[in-house]
């Protein structure tokens, strides 16, 4: 982004030129990124929104505010821009918490500022008020910019920490999820069981039905799995056809109980259709409780239980052995 020129002209009041083309040099950089190609849905979204905003401002600027027409400042095109941020965040896949508040504020600046910008086009450029509303409007048309920044800055911290295919967050977002947790088992007393599952034979699923139908397998058991399982239950992709799931306030056992119960509910329908008809997959998995050890070590037993229950014939779920410390 160009640097701001902020200093006046010799022309220049305090309120006119020079405060003008700051925000619409500012809005200018903003439409210079609509050239860059989108990166994908959510910057595509997002680059809509500040165009659609940086269009609406600039014709107000002008016209309206500046002219003190108060018949050219246009509605603001609020549902349009809402529209886009939405599409941006959703495109950005589950666990966005991060993002609606920081919708919701770039909203409440653009609802000002379209106040700001009608009581200006009202206002007599002479009075000491307008000034102060122009000092006002600059600097809340620039925090929109920077609200612009701030979410495109968090939805590549959403994107980065998500596998793309399943839109789960990935092995970062998971070792700083059993930390807290692992916090918490030790200070609350609260149980939380971790679950390292695998889909059988997923191999002869890419072989048979080629790597699409694969993925898509990927993708479907995900949903499944998010949607079966409580909110503030963690899912993870931890590579390949792995994952892990983390079930705060359940016991190893109890875990068992609800990893077969998904089990079964995935082993009893197709997951996917294919063209030769519908897709049945099984999955296995081994559970392990987060204790005071090391993580990697929870994670470890998990696995061990997981390879314990591929080896005695999969479609099934195994707690971790006592031994495995
Ligand atoms: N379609 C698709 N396949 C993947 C992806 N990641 C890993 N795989 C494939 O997953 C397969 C895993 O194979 P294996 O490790 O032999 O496991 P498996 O065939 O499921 O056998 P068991 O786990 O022993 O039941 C490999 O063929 C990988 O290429 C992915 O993102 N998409």
Not at 137 to 143: C, N, P, V
Not at 186 to 191: A, D, K, L, T, V
Not at 302 to 318: M, P, S, T
Request: aromatic share 4%; glycine share 6%.
């Amino acid at each position: 982004m160009r640097a701001l020129a902020l200093m006046p002209t010799a022309e220049s009041s305090a309120w006119s030129a020079p405060h003008l083309s700051v925000i619409e040099s500012r809005c200018d950089d903003a439409a210079s990124l609509a050239v860059q190609p989108p990166s994908s849905a959510d910057t595509e979204a997002l680059r809509l929104a500040r165009q659609i905003y940086a269009a609406w401002l600039q014709r107000c600027l002008r016209l309206g505010a500046y002219r003190q027409n108060p018949g050219a400042v246009a509605a603001l095109p609020r549902a349009a821009i809402e529209h886009q941020l939405d599409q941006a965040i959703e495109a950005c896949g589950p666990d966005t918490a991060d993002l609606p508040p920081l919708r919701e504020a770039q909203l409440q600046r653009l609802d000002e500022l379209c106040l700001l910008i009608n009581a200006l086009a009202a206002t007599d450029k002479q009075q000491l008020r307008a000034m102060q509303t122009w000092d006002r409007l600059i600097d809340l048309g620039l925090d929109v910019l920077q609200g612009f920044a701030d979410l495109e800055v968090a939805l590549a911290a959403q994107r980065a920490a998500h596998d793309p295919l399943t839109g789960l967050p990935g092995r970062a977002a998971l070792q700083q999820r059993l930390q807290g947790e692992q916090s918490l088992v030790s200070r609350q007393g609260r149980p939380c069981a971790v679950v390292m599952l695998d889909v059988d034979h997923f191999k002869c699923v890419n072989d048979q039905h080629g790597h699409q139908t694969g993925d898509r397998v990927l993708t479907a058991l995900a949903r499944l799995m998010r949607s079966t399982l409580r909110p503030y239950d963690g899912v993870y992709r931890y590579g390949g056809e792995e994952f892990v799931l983390v079930l705060p306030g359940a016991t190893a056992a109890q875990a068992v109980r609800i990893v077969d119960r998904m089990r079964q509910a995935i082993a009893q329908r197709p997951l996917v259709q294919t063209q030769t008809g519908g897709l049945h997959i099984s999955i296995s998995a081994g559970v392990a409780a987060l204790t005071d050890r090391a993580i990697a070590q929870t994670l470890r037993c998990a696995d061990l239980a997981l390879y314990n229950a591929k080896a005695e014939g999969r479609d099934q779920v195994r707690l971790e052995r006592g031994t495995c410390r």
